[in-house]
């Protein structure tokens, strides 16, 4: 028996040996406390997670080698829950913070009480979880985020039965579309798809659902709660084969903005922002469908109407831009109520329209509709209280000439209605094969006229100028001759008229100023007189107008050294009465440099007696008109001799042109004239025949001036 009872034990020591060695392999750490809370056993995890040895634990308090820290806000420390088991609970569970010198451990403790002869103990397993626990927290924040970022999102979220039944819909949908999700939930989302593109939504949902690896995007109009019509995009993500989700996924963006934008600046692209008429580009792509229309159908009639508004620019600088926006806007009106619903009217810019009439029954009809297109811009408009007027020249090019491109019909439009302005604007053109020529003609003057200024072609003719009372020649006009390399000698009235209105009249006239005074100043040092000879020069209206004028004209006296009195400018009425406060500001510039400025043409063009006495002018020079017949029409003696006593009763003198017999001379010396020039003195020569007439001059005129008395 005794044998027995030590086998057993011997077998019972072995067994728990082996029991503490493999409750020492447990990762988890196990502890056995007395009713006390004293340690009566530890393995070795337990023995690793509080930092001491076997010997060091066993008798010790349990929470003073292991102070914790309940996560459980109601209760301030481990005590509690340890003391329950002890006290009777039978088993309990928790997570606690242990804090070591460097870093805090998340544990979870689980507590079983034991009730051994009459003692009560408790078992404490220990599992550390603070990398659990970091996953766990961190996964949850990484699920709040993108809760918050479906909550917020500017963007849709839904997520769809196969069978298209809205699953989930994000809070987004009521400030986009103006649903609250719940309103979504349960309704099948291609019923508030446009009808016009359910289809092609369809087959992109059913392609998406066949094919995982697609990604697929798709635009359609989605009906919003006011029932208007939203645009979106969508992009569907299957997610049918994951178990967390198990269905469609469409993340969607609000394109409405977008589209709206889209259109205005398509609109924008192709109409007029001041009158909201269609612009350039969209007019010629209507004329470009007519012109292909009349290549299939040989009845198709169209007219191009080319309109340009008459004196619109002094409307425009007087009543300043406001006023003439305005007055545009009203013509854009006008012009719509003169044509019919499929008739377009568009602006190409500044004050020029066009107009488009399609399928007309007769050519008339295009004239029709420009007379009354002028009958309705002759009535008066009324802007801020005013009463402006205002008439139109439109040209007409009708199909009949069987365009081939839509740039050939405006072009020939704008042809025709430049004829209408030259000959006497508020009127219409029919095009005709005759202006196109003559159109082509003023485009090859054009170049050539460009070609000119480099290729020196430009020369000076001089008229002399001839003191009546002595007879002595004492200056000379500069009047520009062109020597085309092919056309010969061309006429001023040919290309003057070019060349003001490409701007070429500005390099033309400073050559013209040049060389006038360089050869001036080789005169005067070749034939000293007293007083010294002096030259004429002409100014167009775009010269005049230039700012820099002063000081062009001030180098140029300067590089020919030549003295400014000596230099004589000369103006029409009409360039001094177009902007009467600004020219009297230029010459009284120029007559501080000591230039003198004469009015050329005078009783020609305005009737400016009243603003005469402010303008610094020096002489007047009378037109040939009048000199022509002054000695036998008594009306124009009359005028010549208004004229001459006018100059001089406001202290200038007077030069009479175009001066051709004996009898014009005797009777402008009658009436006092000073100075004349004509072909009965010279008609204008070069520099080498007006050198020979300075030769010949110092013995004066004084044979004419005898003979013609």
């Not at 659990?132 to 996964?139: F, G, H, K, M, V």
């Not at 009808?195 to 995007?217: C, G, H, T, W």
């Not at 020529?437 to 200024?453: C, G, W």
């Not at 025949?689 to 013609?708: D, I």
Request: aromatic letters at 8%.
């Amino acid at each position: 028996m005794a044998d027995l009872s030590a086998n057993l034990i011997s077998q019972l020591q072995a067994t728990l040996g082996k029991m503490e060695v493999a409750l020492g392999a447990i990762s988890e750490a196990i502890t056995w406390i007395d009713g006390d809370g004293k340690v009566q056993w530890s393995n070795t995890a337990f023995d690793r997670l509080i930092n001491r040895q076997g010997f060091e634990v066993l008798g010790a308090k349990l929470l003073e080698l292991l102070p914790l820290q309940s996560r459980d806000q109601n209760l301030s420390s481990a005590d509690r829950p340890l003391s329950r088991v002890l006290q009777g609970q039978i088993y309990t569970t928790g997570i606690y913070e242990y804090r070591q010198a460097d870093k805090t451990l998340v544990l979870e403790i689980s507590t079983d009480r034991i009730q051994l002869k009459g003692e009560t103990s408790a078992v404490l397993v220990i599992r550390n979880i603070t990398e659990r626990q970091r996953t766990e927290e961190e996964l949850a924040q990484s699920e709040a985020k993108f809760l918050s970022l479906i909550q917020n999102s500017s963007d849709l979220v839904v997520i769809l039965e196969t069978d298209g039944t809205i699953r989930y819909a994000s809070p987004s949908h009521e400030r986009i579309l103006g649903y609250k999700p719940g309103e979504l939930i349960g309704k099948n989302a291609f019923e508030f798809i446009h009808p016009e593109d359910v289809s092609r939504v369809l087959n992109k949902f059913q392609e998406s659902m066949e094919d995982a690896r697609k990604i697929l995007y798709v635009e359609f109009r989605f009906k919003h709660k006011d029932d208007s019509w939203s645009f979106l995009e969508s992009i569907a993500n299957n997610l049918l084969g994951d178990p967390s989700v198990g269905a469609m996924v469409i993340n969607t963006r609000d394109l409405t903005e977008r589209k709206r934008v889209e259109t205005q600046l398509l609109h924008n692209a192709f109409h007029d922002q001041l009158t909201t008429l269609p612009n350039r580009a969209l007019f010629m792509e209507c004329l470009r469908r007519a012109v292909e229309h009349t290549k299939r159908h040989d009845d198709y009639l169209f007219a191009v109407l080319f309109i340009d508004l008459d004196r619109f620019k002094v409307i425009n600088d007087s009543l300043g831009h406001p006023f003439g926006d305005r007055l545009l806007i009203e013509i854009a009106g006008r012009l719509k109520a003169c044509l019919r619903p499929g008739d377009t009217v568009a602006r190409l810019g500044g004050d020029e329209f066009t107009v488009l009439l399609e399928d007309m029954k007769d050519v008339s009809d295009a004239v029709r509709v420009a007379e009354r297109i002028q009958a309705k811009l002759r009535l008066h408009f009324e802007l801020g209280g005013r009463k402006v007027f205002t008439t139109a020249s439109i040209g007409i090019a009708l199909s009949l000439t069987n365009y081939d491109q839509p740039e050939a019909a405006l072009r020939d439009a704008d042809i025709a209605m430049y004829r209408a302005k030259a000959l006497g604007k508020a009127r219409h053109e029919i095009f005709s094969l005759g202006m196109h020529t003559h159109a082509v003609e003023l485009l090859q003057l054009e170049t050539d006229l460009r070609l000119a200024i480099e290729r020196q072609e430009f020369r000076l003719h001089y008229q002399p100028i001839v003191s009546l009372k002595t007879g002595c020649i004492t200056g000379f006009e500069a009047l520009l001759r062109w020597q085309h390399p092919q056309r010969g000698l061309v006429s001023p009235a040919d290309f003057i008229p070019v060349a003001e209105e490409t701007g070429l009249i500005l390099p033309i006239g400073q050559w013209v100023l040049h060389e006038a005074c360089r050869q001036l100043r080789v005169w005067q040092l070749q034939f000293i007189s007293h007083p010294p000879l002096t030259i004429s020069v002409n100014m167009s209206g775009k010269q005049f107008s230039q700012p820099a004028l002063v000081k062009q004209i001030s180098q140029t006296l300067q590089q020919t050294n030549l003295d400014a009195h000596s230099l004589k400018l000369e103006i029409t009425e009409s360039i001094l009465m177009d902007n009467s406060e600004s020219a009297i500001a230029m010459l009284s510039k120029l007559k501080a440099m000591n230039v003198q400025l004469y009015m050329d043409d005078f009783g020609t063009g305005y009737s400016s007696l009243s603003y005469l006495h402010r303008f610094p002018i020096a002489r007047l020079k009378i037109d040939s008109s009048f000199v022509s017949t002054v000695d036998i029409d008594g009306e124009h003696s009359t005028i010549v001799q208004t004229i001459i006593a006018l100059a001089h009763n406001l202290g200038m003198d007077v030069t009479a042109e175009g001066i051709e017999g004996a009898g014009q001379l005797i009777k402008l010396r009658k009436l006092g004239c000073e100075y004349g020039q004509g072909y009965f003195f010279s008609k204008p020569v070069d520099s080498k025949a007006a050198g020979a007439l300075l030769a010949r001059s110092f013995t004066c005129y004084e044979t004419e001036l005898v003979e013609a008395f």
